[in-house]
């Protein structure tokens, strides 16, 4: 029952992000949405922007699917992107909320988690330390998201397919060469 109540909390929460702001979307508007009480809203999160994290956490995190290696990293990104289209109001009301932070977070975790399960089944037969595979992968991380930031400030526009194409021509074998100036 537990599940089934946060799903329809998060699901009247983004059914109303179509409509307005995530800061003009209030408590009360969504337990009246989905006809429970405020206890119940609070029993399972500690304020909207809560519900916003597990949306992300548990509904989007989804979309990569385990498409972390570097045969598959394209079609985890693009999983992301398509996330993220079927999603426009929310992504987009929240990228434009001065909470923004809550899909910040979740892009550079998620892109982070896709970029290390490349760079670590690229690294393989190498010594690399841990620590500088995640360094490497917290490198690329930043230009993706900023390229998907800059996707949804720009409305979302541009076909998903030709960014990861674009990605995909400027890094490939980028993460092997990165991986050999760490190699010790």
């Known amino acids: 029952m537990s599940q089934t109540t946060k799903k329809a909390l998060a699901a009247s929460l983004k059914k109303m992000l ?19 009480n405020r206890q119940t809203f609070y029993y399972h999160f500690q ?18 699917d385990g498409k972390k290696t570097y045969a598959t990293w394209q079609q985890g990104f693009y999983q992301i992107f398509e996330y993220m289209l079927e999603n426009k109001a929310f992504i987009e009301n929240t990228f434009h909320s001065s909470n923004r932070r809550y899909l910040e977070r979740f892009l550079y975790d998620t892109t982070f988690n896709l970029l290390l399960g490349v760079v670590g089944e690229q690294a393989a037969d190498m010594k690399v330390t841990d620590e500088n595979k995640k360094f490497i992968a917290h490198f690329y991380k930043f230009a993706f998201v900023g390229i998907v930031e800059d996707w949804i400030r720009n409305g ?22 990165a991986l050999e100036k760490y190699e010790h």
Do not use: R, S
């Open 18 to 36: 179509a409509h307005k702001t995530l800061e003009k979307v209030t408590v009360k508007d969504i337990v009246e949405d989905c006809e429970v």
């Open 47 to 64: 304020d909207i922007y809560a519900l916003v994290e597990w949306i992300f956490m548990n509904e989007a995190a989804k979309a990569l």
């Open 156 to 177: 979302m526009k541009v076909d998903p397919q030709h960014i990861i194409d674009h990605i995909d021509v400027l890094i490939k074998g980028d993460f092997k060469k």
